[in-house]
């Protein structure tokens, strides 16, 4: 089978198509031919080297965390699932493993059934920006109208999820965001949008009681200026040293500066095929045919875009 793997830290050129044996599964692991797979900044920050406490430095690597496709094989010891189902899911070790070949082996307990109304390609975005999006909320705490929050970068995957989640809490949502984004904010429930490109949000007025950062470039101390005195800065893309220092630094701030790790599971996923069911809007800005890898990381890690690349087999 053909699978994309790279052999050493790099960017997309590192990535290589290769053959590879089908992998061989153990009873409660199902062999999967992937149909779909999404990418996510995570794929490139690894590939990069960025990760490598978490990663390691071992290869080959491969990338690619959500995916979609037909189940083409059972272990022994999994239930409710059989050969020819469609389903999607999320490799178990997001640092360590991708969904980036013809076939891949995961555990039973991280796929699910593919909702009939929508396409591998949606699927296959749902797992890594869905759960995030309600890790976040949970976070964030009590939301109601009275609410302003500030998303930050919030036309990306995870922002598109959570600004739709956002308006049914009826929070009073302000997005910042690429010019592409401006309608897509609007439509997904934004109350004002900002253009990062033509605005600087650190220089408003407005203080907010939740600032949440999806681009990674703002960070507490400049989100700080923007915050009430009883607010909460929600950092998804923390250094290993925030982790600590947030917990000390929030006995002593009403600031605080909260740390957003995600971990796919069936309450998120669950979660998340009910808000399928009832019109969740997951947008694909533009789908990659397999042997485009390269091309598609690359269109990728530029930007500009709103919603999800993904990358799709025959
Ligand atoms: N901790 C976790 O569990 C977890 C889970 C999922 C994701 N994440 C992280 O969360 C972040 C967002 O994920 P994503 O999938 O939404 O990524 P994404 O699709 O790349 O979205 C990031 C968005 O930020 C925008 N942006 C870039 N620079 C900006 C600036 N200066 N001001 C405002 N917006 C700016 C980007 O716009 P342009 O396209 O114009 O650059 C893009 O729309 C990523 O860093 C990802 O790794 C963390």
Partial sequence: MKAIEYQK????????????PKPVI?????????KAFSINPMD?????????????????KYTGADFGGVIEETGSAVTGFKKGDEVFGVVKNMMKEG???EYISVAASHIWKKPSDIGFAQAASLPVIGTAALTAIEKMGRIDSGTNI????????FGMILLQFLKQKGARVTAVTNSNGI?????????TVIDYRKEEVLSREETYDIVIDLSGKM????????????SKFLNPTPRPIDIPL???RNLFTGKKHVIVLASPSKKYADALLDSVKHGLDVEIHKVFPFHKFKEAYRYAEQGGYTGKIVIEQQ
């Fill in 246 to 248: 947030s917990l000390i």
């Fill in 26 to 34: 153990k009873s409660g692991d199902v062999l999967i031919n992937v």
């Fill in 150 to 157: 500030l998303v930050n970068g919030a036309t990306g995957g």
């Fill in 183 to 191: 309608a897509f904010a609007k439509t997904w429930g934004a109350n």
């Fill in 44 to 60: 490139w920050k690894i590939r990069k080297g960025e990760m490598k406490l978490m990663s390691g430095s071992n290869f080959p």
């Fill in 9 to 20: 830290f790099g960017n997309a050129d590192a990535l290589q198509m290769v053959e590879l």
């Fill in 99 to 101: 969904a980036s070949a």
């Fill in 219 to 230: 960070g507490y101390a400049n989100a700080k200026q923007i915050m009430k005195a009883q």
